[in-house]
């Protein structure tokens, strides 16, 4: 299966909010509501931050958010802080056999 | 939150079998509805799903990987292990193991901090 497309990096300043798209087909982010969302610091394990298109882990900064519309999701962060410079990775259902595909990775800077 | 950590060999060698290792804290990998999954993540790619083996001892895997990949429970408590076999570079990579809610699909809510693999003579 095809990874899900997102933009190899977007960046905004501190108080920004930006907004990474993840765009894949109606056999995967458009044909589930299953699309979660991931956090990733160098050297340290990954972190759930959105699952199921827009709902938050508890205890998870509501300055994250997502959102579905056919197939494209997106994922916008609020209020941008240094400590949110990471990579980030969408993720979707694909069905019984594969299972679940990932993004191509958005890198995120902070200017 | 439940802790992942992976082990094993940092450099295989081509046509060689990789094997990891994850070992699980805080819960029992044979209670509850969960899948016990690894993940990997090519240099300057995108991640990959590789497959699960869930707390009751089923599998699944990536159909592009399934006929050299097997997932079981450890030998020792609290861990499942990854046997890739006849590798090449292109199975360099990191290799992350996780946790998926077994009620859902893709909530994958603890991972290992990662442990890179590097296939070469």
């Known amino acids: 299966q095809s990874a899900l497309t997102q933009p190899a990096s977007v960046s905004g300043s501190p108080g920004q909010s930006i907004t990474i798209s993840c765009t894949g087909t109606t056999t995967d982010v458009g044909g589930f509501d299953y699309v979660s969302w991931y956090q990733l610091h160098p050297g340290k394990a990954p972190k759930i931050i959105i699952y199921d298109v827009s709902n938050r882990p508890s205890g998870f900064s509501n300055r994250f958010s997502g959102s579905k519309s056919g197939n494209t999701a997106s994922l916008t962060i609020s209020g941008l802080q240094a400590g949110d410079e990471a990579d980030y990775f969408c993720s979707s259902f694909s069905g019984t056999l594969t299972r679940e595909v990932f993004g191509t990775g958005t890198k995120v800077t902070v200017l | 939150q439940v802790q992942l950590q992976e082990s094993g060999p940092g450099l295989v060698k081509p046509s060689q079998t990789l094997s990891l290792t994850c070992t699980v804290s805080?819960?029992?990998?044979?209670?509850?509805?969960?899948?016990w999954t690894w993940i990997r993540h090519h240099p300057g790619k995108g991640l990959q799903w590789l497959g699960f083996i869930s707390s009751r001892g089923s599998t699944s895997y990536n159909p592009s990987l399934s006929s050299r990949l097997s997932i079981s429970l450890g030998t020792s408590e609290n861990q499942f292990s990854l046997k890739l076999t006849s590798v090449t570079a292109a199975d360099t990579a990191v290799y992350y193991c996780?946790?998926?809610?077994?009620?859902?699909?893709?909530?994958?809510?603890?991972w290992g901090p990662g442990t890179l693999v590097t296939v070469s003579s």
């Open positions: 805080d819960v029992s990998i044979n209670s509850g509805d969960f899948h």
């Open positions: 996780a946790k998926e809610d077994g009620f859902s699909y893709g909530i994958f809510d603890s």
